[in-house]
């Protein structure tokens, strides 16, 4: 059942929304696609939602091989942008990949990267789950973990992220600009997240009245033409991953000089698969090479009683990626006539 | 907003202008629905997920059920209602009919809007209109002619 | 486009919003409901403490077991009358507040205490406590023709193996709904219910009440699928007393969680089927044994073994089905009950078999046609089975099968699967009115309610064309009990219930118009044999010449204020009946399975079925495709998941519980094949479960000849394809 009922207020520019966002109880509220529904669970139980949607941090922007994003780009918007769709489609896939038309037009990049988990022990009240309410427990541990992590979860939670973007951002290095009353500061993506241990309530290194404002990729147009979003699924659409792969290569003289992997759904946060991606580097990109990165993706997986057939799935996954990659450069060259 | 907690909206209903109060956890689909009276927007699942309350805000397909009210002032929201009319229906309400698009109805409001503004994009195959249509759930099954209806609308 | 297949008749009033769906009518003081739910699985309540509610902003009520406690005792009161939970969620008390927010606000400072007991939250926790049911839906729930131990130790071939179906819920669009207002000791309740004289009946009962003093209306459903009935009246009575109490308009709206835990279920099963075969390939013997799921407080069985005593010839038949009771949502019927799973299991089965004994599954099934009820012991009214076979076999192509595992797309391996269908022909009494105006339009009226099936179509249609009257000249009136009492909306009944009491009214109009007009001197049909007219475009037409006359001048004349008739029809008297009425299908598919990820695709579906007369082809289409988008969506995504801690369900709602989308549908190819059944009244069968069935197994079917991988659970999931 529902919050209780809270208060607005529309911050006016972005001073104001840190002033009104440090009081305790406050919540900002951009698209709110997510934050709705926590309202409504009970899960989310703000005083007051402090609506920033309208600060003006909705730019898709270019600078030399900088592309930054602002916060509050609706996901259908950075979909779309020329700059996205041409340069970085990577970014265009994962995006597409993920809920609804409807949902991507209310969507923005930066709540999308603070979603929280689906698993269904935090979004059922009265339900253990330590991220909800500290101490009560990890339903999931063992009960349904159909869904839970792989990689990175601990005694005290199993949950994934599930945002198809951040795994696209992961694979692309990119980093999150944020601000803060002690002014602006920037964290990769990696070091934006936090693993659970023993504090699972705490999903980001953001502090308390911290704001999003955007994020940023550097030199990511190089993968323009090798690299892929592959979203393993129960149904054709509008469905969380089960299983998901961002995958971007990219060669020289035939070689792998740079192999981005990461995976969404295995663990609390958007996981690069360092190892595998060690596996690539310096070979051809040929069935062999990404045999082994699929077998070095999933090494120190840790499955539960429901999940472990997704330590087969994300090697497949993984491989089947790097196929779509180096078929996409086929194809390129056959078209291009270049080698 | 004023003592009481409320807050005053200036909206665009269906082209007309509206100056209405909302309390400030009402989304806009209670405002359409219990504040309004425009119960052409349907409440299916209230959580996102099944695209019945779809409604266009400043010509974009949006789940009204996950919107907050107060954050759409200033915005032009477009209902079912201010679609077409018995007499004078919309294209696609027209093509919904000769293409049995609706069993139950009650999905049906939030369909056509979709489809609306899914058409804006010209579809160029089935798929994308298959893939584009995919957040509004119908349980009767009458998802062939719904598609049917919007790629004839595509000229597909 | 055939000339009946008429469009749906309220469909302008669905695709601009101007239908009005119960929960959506206006009242004025309008009070909001909100149900407040019990944490625990098993227990009583002891105490509800509402003292913080009432001191919530708005808050108008509160209404729990000691103002229940009044109603009449029935299974359907006493869940709100005694004190005791039966399952996680149940309702203990429901709070009315001014608006939704203040009731929930309200709702949630509600304090209950409980004394708790030890609850069981999955079947296989109570296997021992496994009991047989007298009844499994409308048959016995146990039953034996030959003997099927004797026939399967002498088999050439025996395929024995378990299936399993998961939980799954109804989910309409719509969630149930109520509007209730009081004006002294007369009641009218706006609700969603697939039986509004049924509903009507039930408030009569609990509210001691004559059933005039009742009126319950819903002009429009958005969907029900069997989950509006029964097990939404507790909670419908709760907002009535609420109303009544507070002399105000009262609504109640299920949340998508609610819907569950308090609309029903399709029951899980575990299916233990063994097939005996002779050398050629004829059953020698089946054994269908189905273990599944009740809940502690009442009993339900689905009719799942059925199938397995009538669908084929086989001279030794033993079924039987077993319950377990468990702290979890009642069961219910949903699409196609006990068929759909049932069909799972034994065309499973049957596909098996044909493997081993290398015919074709077409072949197998048409060798094991049963050409009459050997269940009932007497002949169908009609089946069309083996031409259902013929026809869908030659529309998908059937002859062209690739090898199993050789049909390769991309990454995606192809596979064809089949299967057999069939839903019994269900009639009910039925009353129908009709009335021709002065002005020759008419109008229909019938208190059964369109779930969304098209009963304003089919309805308005037999009318019309009786008359003669265009379809724009007609207005249906349905779902209000001060109309004529009609059947409630379930088990494809509706149809065929009204067909023949439509017919008998119009059958009388067109005898009292023919009889007047060959009398009237003013009229240019004087002097002509009533038998010799006919009814056409608003006209009456003597069919041996060119003279005509339009019905609204006729009326004009003799009769001003209109003429009126009504029809009734009975329903079938089962046991004294010499036939069985039985619809039957066949349903052809082809999948994609992506073997190195799981995926698994429904990429075209052919469903033959014969079912009698089809009164409006483009409708029945929408019906078939319909129910065969249920079948995918069983077979391929819902599942219903209890926590087996807390016995709470995991993921209630849509995000969680897939049902299929727009991009998960395949291509349809529909045959309607021809049947004349000269027996059941009007030739009419249901047609809405028909198509929700079978086509579970030809889509396990077809992922075995697609990867070799016998799935013989469902859901069908990425892990049970991926393994080795």
């Known amino acids: 059942m529902s919050g209780p009922a809270f208060g607005y207020c529309r911050a006016a520019d972005a001073g104001d929304a840190l002033i009104q966002g440090a009081r305790p109880g406050a919540a900002f509220l951009a698209g709110g696609t997510d934050l709705m529904q926590l309202w409504k669970m009970g899960v989310a139980t703000p005083d007051r939602v402090v609506d920033i949607s ?56 930066g709540g999308n990267l603070l979603q929280r988990t689906r698993c269904p022990y935090f979004r059922t009240e009265d339900l253990a789950c330590n991220k909800r309410m500290a101490g009560s427990g990890c339903g999931a541990l063992a009960g349904q973990n159909r869904q839970s992590a792989l990689f990175g979860a601990s005694a005290a939670c199993v949950a994934t992220h599930v945002s198809d973007l951040a795994v696209a951002l992961m694979a692309l290095d990119a980093r999150v600009e944020i601000l803060g009353l002690g002014g602006p500061r920037r964290l990769g993506l990696s070091g934006f997240y936090r693993l659970p241990g023993d504090t699972p309530e705490r999903e980001t290194n953001l502090a308390s009245g911290e704001l999003i404002t955007g994020v940023s990729v550097d030199s990511g147009d190089r993968f323009a033409t090798r690299s892929t979003y592959l979203k393993v699924r129960d149904r054709a659409s509008f469905e969380f991953a089960v299983v998901s792969v961002a995958a971007a290569l990219q060669l020289e003289d035939g070689v792998i000089v740079d192999a981005r992997l990461a995976a969404g759904g295995v663990a609390p946060m958007p996981w690069r698969l360092v190892r595998g991606e060690a596996a690539l580097i310096g070979r051809r990109p040929d069935a062999p090479a990404f045999a082994a990165a699929g077998a070095l993706a999933v090494e120190g997986a840790k499955p539960l009683a429901h999940n472990g057939f997704k330590i087969e799935l994300l090697r497949r996954a993984v491989i089947r990626a790097l196929e779509t990659v180096t078929a996409q450069t086929a194809a390129a060259q056959t078209i291009g006539g270049d080698a | 907003m004023s003592d009481d907690g409320r807050i005053a909206l200036s909206l665009t209903l269906n082209g007309q202008p509206l100056e209405v109060d909302v309390a400030p956890c009402d989304t806009l689909l209670d405002l359409l629905r219990d504040q309004l009276g425009l119960t052409g927007t349907k409440k299916g699942c209230d959580m996102g997920a099944c695209g019945a309350c779809t409604v266009l805000a400043n010509g974009r397909r949006i789940k009204s059920c996950l919107a907050l009210a107060a954050a759409y002032d200033g915005e032009a929201i477009i209902t079912i209602e201010g679609i077409g009319t018995l007499e004078h229906p919309h294209p696609l309400q027209a093509a919904f009919i000769r293409h049995d698009a609706l069993q139950c109805g009650y999905c049906t409001p ?8 899914l058409l804006e994009d010209k579809p160029r195959a089935l798929a994308a209109i298959s893939e584009g249509m995919s957040g509004n759930l119908c349980r009767c099954g009458a998802y062939p002619n719904i598609v049917a209806a919007i790629a004839e609308l595509a000229g597909l | 486009m055939n000339p009946q297949s008429t469009p749906r008749w309220e ?100 304090r209950v205490t409980y004394e708790q007991q030890p609850a069981v939250s999955a079947l296989d926790q109570v296997l021992d406590q496994a009991y047989a049911p007298a009844m499994a839906g409308r048959i016995p729930a146990a039953s034996r023709r030959g003997d099927s131990e004797t026939a399967l130790a002498d088999a050439y071939l025996v395929v024995r193996e378990r299936y399993e179906t998961a939980v799954n819920n109804h989910h309409p669009m719509e969630p149930h709904a109520v509007v209730c207002s009081w004006d002294g000791a ?47 009246w507790p909670w419908m009575m709760l907002a009535m007393l609420a109303s009544r109490r507070t002399g105000r308009p009262v609504r109640l709206e299920l949340t998508r969680a609610q819907l569950f835990t308090l609309a029903g279920r399709r029951q899980e099963t575990v299916q233990d089927m063994a097939l005996g075969f002779g050398v050629d390939g004829r059953l020698t013997a089946i054994e269908h044994h189905v273990l599944a799921q009740t809940s502690a407080n009442a009993e339900y069985s689905d009719t799942t073994a059925g199938v397995s005593r009538w669908l084929y010839a086989c001279p030794n038949v033993t079924t039987s089905h077993r319950l377990v009771r468990t702290n979890e949502p009642q069961p219910i019927p949903m699409r196609a009950p006990g068929v759909a799973p049932g069909t799972f299991a034994l065309e499973s089965a049957l596909d098996e078999a044909a493997m081993r ?152 109009l067109r005898g009292r118009l023919a009889a007047m007009a060959v009398a009237d001197p003013e009229s240019p049909l004087a002097g002509y044999k009533p038998e010799d007219l006919d009814f056409e475009n608003g006209m009456i037409r003597a069919r041996t010449s060119n003279v005509a006359e339009p019905l609204a001048d006729l009326l004009a004349r003799r009769e001003p204020e209109g003429l009126e008739a009504e029809g009734s029809s009975d329903g079938p008297d089962r046991e004294g009946q010499a036939f069985t009425g039985m619809g039957f299908g066949a349903v052809f598919v082809e999948v994609g399975v992506d073997p190195d990820l799981g995926e698994t695709r429904v990429r075209r579906v052919c469903g033959a079925f014969a079912a009698g007369r089809i009164l409006n082809p483009l409708l029945a289409n929408s019906q078939y495709v319909g129910g065969l988008i249920g079948g ?93």
């Open chain 1, 54 to 109: 309208r600060l003006p941090l909705s730019a898709v922007t270019a600078d030399g091989s900088r592309l930054s994003i602002g916060a509050l780009a609706r996901l259908s918007d950075v979909a779309a942008h020329p700059l996205v769709s041409r340069d970085y489609p990577l970014i265009a896939q994962a995006i597409l990949a993920g809920a609804s038309g409807q949902i991507r037009n209310m969507a923005t990049v």
């Open chain 2, 110 to 117: 939030g369909q056509i809007l979709s489809g609306i503004a």
């Open chain 3, 11 to 110: 469909a302008a009033l669905k695709v601009t919003g101007q239908a009005v769906f119960p929960a959506e009518v206006q009242a004025e003081g309008l009070l909001h409901a909100v149900l407040v739910g019990a944490p625990i699985a098993s227990g009583q309540v002891l105490s509800i403490d509402a003292a913080q509610a009432r001191l919530t902003p708005g808050f108008a009520d509160l209404v729990s077991y000691p103002e229940a406690e009044p109603l009449r005792a029935s299974s359907v009161t006493a869940l709100i009358r005694e004190p005791v939970i039966y399952f996680p969620g149940q309702p203990v008390a429901l709070v009315v507040a001014e608006s939704l927010i203040a009731a929930r606000a309200a709702a949630h400072a509600v």
């Open chain 3, 186 to 232: 007369l009641v009218t309740v706006h609700t969603n219910t697939q039986a509004v004289f049924g509903t009507r009946a039930a408030i009569a009962h609990a509210f001691r009440m004559p059933l005039e003093d009742a009126r319950v209306i819903a002009r429009f459903l958005g969907g029900g699928f069997g989950c509006k009935g029964q097990l939404w």
């Open chain 3, 357 to 508: 004994l290398g015919l074709d599954p077409v072949d197998l099934r048409a060798r094991n046609y049963a050409d009459h009820d050997q269940d009932a012991g007497r002949p169908w009214s009609s089946n069309n089975l083996l031409e259902c076979y013929r026809v869908g076999a030659e529309r998908f192509g059937w002859s062209r099968r690739p090898a199993p595992g050789t049909a390769i797309d991309g990454c995606w391996r192809i596979g064809w699967g089949m299967a057999t269908t069939c839903y019994p022909a269900h009639r009910q009494p039925c009353r129908a009115r009709v009335r021709l105006e002065a002005d020759a339009s008419l109008l229909v009226q019938c208190g059964t309610q369109d779930m969304g099936s098209g009963t304003y179509t089919v309805m308005g249609q037999m009318a019309a064309e009786a008359l003669g009257v265009p379809m724009s000249r007609v207005t249906v009136e349905l779902g209000d009990t001060l109309l004529p009492e009609g059947p409630f909306s379930g088990g494809s009944q509706v149809t065929a219930s009204l067909s023949p009491a439509v017919a008998m009214a119009t059958t009388a």
């Open chain 3, 632 to 724: 995918i969506g069983m077979a391929l995504h819902e599942r219903t998941v209890t926590d087996r801690a807390s016995g709470r369900i995991l993921g209630d709602g849509f995000a969680d519980y897939l049902i299929p989308t727009h991009a998960d549908i395949p291509r349809f190819d529909i045959a309607m094949v021809e049947e004349h059944d000269p027996l059941l009244p009007g030739g009419v069968k249901g047609i809405g479960m028909l198509g929700t069935a079978g086509v579970q197994a030809a889509i396990a079917n077809a992922v075995f000849h697609a990867v070799g991988k016998r799935v013989r659970h469902l859901p069908i999931r990425i892990e049970d394809l991926i393994g080795d």
